[in-house]
């Protein structure tokens, strides 16, 4: 498999050389809105450790991003007043993956809405920062 690279966009994103919307961070994970959203509120979680994908993450690594998907969703469940969550999670080219950092989708889901294909549109950034503000003020009140 290829090498992990060091200077995908979510790398430079963790290192602070990219800008994003956070969401939430701890010590082992990092939580940003995705910004071309597949629904609004569509949220990567993402390893602070260094992974392409499911297939060279360490165990341990992909449950810390496992419990924050898990923390995300119940956040985007009351701040998007949702009827449900697809988490998604793709590796290499052939299982759907574009950037080579490990990340799971968590996108809160309304009953009978559809999901956009991916990467349909950038979203504007005045609604990505509500959104990451409603998710965050979800978060908070726990
Ligand atoms: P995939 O690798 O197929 O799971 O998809 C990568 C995801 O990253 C897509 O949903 C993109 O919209 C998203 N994306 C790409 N660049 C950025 C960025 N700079 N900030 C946030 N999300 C991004």
Known sequence: MTAYDTNNIFAKILRGELPSYKVYEDEHVF???????????????????????????????????????????????????????????????????VVFHLHMHVMPRRDGVAMLPPASRKEDTNVLEQHAAKLMAALKAG
């Open 31 to 97: 939580a940003f809105l995705d910004i071309m959203p597949r629904v609004p509120g569509h949220t990567l979680v993402i390893p602070k450790a260094a992974a392409r994908n499911i297939l060279d993450i360490r165990p341990d690594d992909f449950a810390h991003v496992a419990r924050g998907a898990h923390k995300i969703a119940a956040a985007a469940m009351k701040a998007f007043e949702a009827d449900g969550i697809t988490v998604q999670q793709f590796n290499e080219p052939a299982g759907g993956q």
